[in-house]
Every structure is written in structure tokens, then in C-alpha cells.
């Protein structure tokens, strides 16, 4: 009895590190692909500039491999290069071959959202209060900056600058990034976080459009409280709208939230998953998903899926929503 035991938990112990292996190896492989020596992540279907959505992304990571050094490489770069110290928040655009890197003075709400999120998990992990206090920091400069209540709603802008058109706020729900916001709000216990889970969670249930009935990239957030695609946008479920699942998913896995994605998922073949839906016309793009897309509805439908395996095919983006599925199902 003792023996079998043993070999079982053997077997066991053997699995878990070589999942553990795996999803090293993956980690690895995107550091090596899109990790520069001091600290930017690349985007390489974009011309190898570099964002606060990348920089928060592969941070992320980093806490959950356990790789201080590359978390404290990326975050050395990115408060140094790209934060706005009038505001406290981080220019969203990095271009190397530009003379000006920066010609956008203005943030991205999602970028500044992961990287403190990213900042919070890592001073949980290491025990390192200077990565909780820079959290904090840039927690507080989001709410000052950049939530306001409109419409009856409390929302956050998807920047400090541009998107509040006062009859109008232009909003994205990409950037609604529940599981964070949850943990903000346990942290600070201020009920801001709360207010803009429960009024976001409200919003995109309201977001469904056309045929599909999926939210469009972009949306529009009338006074009267009307939501309609963004006209500044194609009106699209595409590159930007496959990340509100992943959050979704990654904050609550019962969801109601998820119906509307499943339901068209499940009317596609896998290989056949058209990789956007215009959702004014109810055309879908001429081509399917990639990788990285398949693998947050393969999350969304609660499909099996093992370790990340980032191939040479993958871009940066694709690479990062493999990752970032992988996340959402670990944590």
C-alpha cells in the first residue's frame, strides 16, 4: 500500500513540474521573442513600437513565472521612459525609430490598469512594499484623471485626454478589466472600484449589438444613456472587444456576461471562427482567427486547454492573448 502510494504521488509530483517546465518554457520563449535587453516589449505586428498594454501584459507574466528580475527590467524601462510626471500616469506609445519616441502625450487607461495590477501581484509575491506603494500611486491618478460619472454611470475614460466629448464619452470595453479592478478595490476598500464594476458590468450588458450581439471595439456612451459603435471606429467585435471575455472570465467564470460569446463561438467551427464581426452590417472578416484568438474563446467555452506553446507563427499580440488565457486559467 505504501509503495502504490508513493508511485502515485511520484506520478503526480511529476506532472505538476512538468506543467510548471511547460509553462516556463513559454514564458521563455515570448521573452525571447519580444523582451529587449533592457526592458521593452516589442510589438511586432506593429512595427516593433512598444505600449503600456505590452509593458503590462509581459509583467504580468513575469510575477506569474516568478521572474523578478525581467518584472523589475520592465518596470525599471517603463517608469522611466514612459511616465507622465504631470499626472502620474504613462504615455502609452513608444517608438524607437521616431525622432520624438513619444509624439502622444496621452495614456491608455488599460495600460496603466495592468501595469499597476502587475506592480500590486508582485509586491504580494516578492514581499516588496515599494512595488504596492507604486501601485497605489498609479491607482490614485486613474481615479483623479480619468473616471468621471456620466450618464448615470460611473465608467473610466480610455484616456485623461480626448475621449470625453461632452454630449458623448467615447468608451472601450477592452479596457474594462474586472479582475483587477476587484483587487484594487480590496486593497484601497475605496468604493470607486466597486461603483465601476458594478456600472461597467451594467454597461456591457447592454452592449450588444447586431446579429452577434457582441460589443463593438469602440463604443459610444450618449447623456441620455444610449450606447451605440463609435462612429471614430469601424463598428467591429475585433482585435480590441476579444479581451473583454478573457477579463470577464478571469473576474468571474459564471458570468452571465459570457452568454453572448459563447453563443456565437459555438455557432463556428473551431478552425472556422471568423476573426472579427462587424456588428452594423453582420459581416464577418474574410479570414479566421489566429492562435492567440482561439485560445480566449477556447478559455471563454471552458474548453481544455494545457501550457501556452508560443510558435513562430504567433505576433506579439497573439502571443499575448495565449499567455494571457493561460492566466486567467491559473488564477
Do not use: C
Not at 509593458?55 to 518584472?71: E, I, T
Not at 502622444?104 to 506592480?119: E, Q
Not at 470577464?248 to 459563447?262: F, M, N
Amino acid at each position: 500500500m505504501m509503495k502504490r502510494f508513493f508511485a502515485v504521488t511520484a506520478v503526480m509530483m511529476s506532472l505538476l513540474f512538468s506543467a510548471f517546465s511547460q509553462a516556463g518554457q513559454a514564458w521563455e520563449t515570448y521573452k525571447t521573442r519580444f523582451l529587449m535587453a533592457d526592458g521593452r516589449i516589442v510589438d511586432t505586428g506593429n512595427k516593433n513600437v512598444s505600449h503600456t498594454e505590452g509593458q503590462g501584459f509581459a509583467m504580468l507574466m513575469a510575477v506569474a513565472s516568478n521572474d523578478k528580475a525581467a518584472f523589475d527590467r520592465m518596470w525599471s524601462w517603463t517608469n522611466k521612459t514612459l511616465k507622465n510626471k504631470d499626472n502620474g500616469l504613462f504615455y502609452w506609445r513608444f517608438n524607437p525609430v521616431e525622432a520624438d519616441p513619444i509624439t502622444d502625450k496621452n495614456d491608455a487607461t488599460d495600460g496603466d490598469t495592468l501595469i499597476a495590477w502587475a506592480l500590486l501581484k508582485a509586491s504580494q509575491r516578492w514581499n516588496d512594499a515599494s512595488y504596492a506603494a507604486a501601485s497605489d500611486a498609479i491607482t490614485q491618478a486613474l481615479v483623479k484623471h480619468t473616471v468621471i460619472n456620466f450618464a448615470g454611470y460611473r465608467v473610466m475614460l480610455p484616456g485623461a485626454k480626448g475621449f470625453n466629448l461632452n454630449s458623448s464619452v467615447n468608451l472601450n470595453p477592452s479596457y474594462f478589466i474586472f479582475p483587477a479592478w476587484q483587487d484594487f478595490a480590496s486593497r484601497s476598500h475605496l468604493v470607486v472600484w466597486r461603483e465601476l464594476i458594478r456600472d461597467a458590468s451594467t454597461l456591457l450588458g447592454k452592449m450588444r449589438f447586431g446579429q452577434s450581439q457582441l460589443p463593438a471595439d469602440w463604443v459610444s456612451l450618449s447623456a441620455d444613456g444610449k450606447l451605440a459603435p463609435a462612429k471614430e471606429w469601424p463598428p467591429r467585435m475585433s482585435y480590441d472587444a476579444i479581451r473583454v471575455p478573457l477579463y470577464v472570465y478571469w473576474w468571474d467564470t459564471q458570468s452571465a456576461l459570457l452568454t453572448p460569446w459563447r453563443a456565437w463561438w459555438q455557432s463556428y467551427e473551431r478552425s472556422r471562427t471568423p476573426a472579427w464581426v462587424n456588428v452594423a452590417t453582420n459581416d464577418n472578416a474574410p479570414y479566421n482567427m489566429n492562435e492567440g484568438q482561439l485560445a480566449v474563446r477556447d478559455l471563454t467555452l471552458n474548453e481544455p486547454g494545457g501550457e501556452p506553446q508560443i510558435t513562430a507563427q504567433d505576433d506579439y499580440y497573439s502571443a499575448s492573448l495565449k499567455m494571457l488565457a493561460w492566466l486567467a486559467r491559473r488564477q
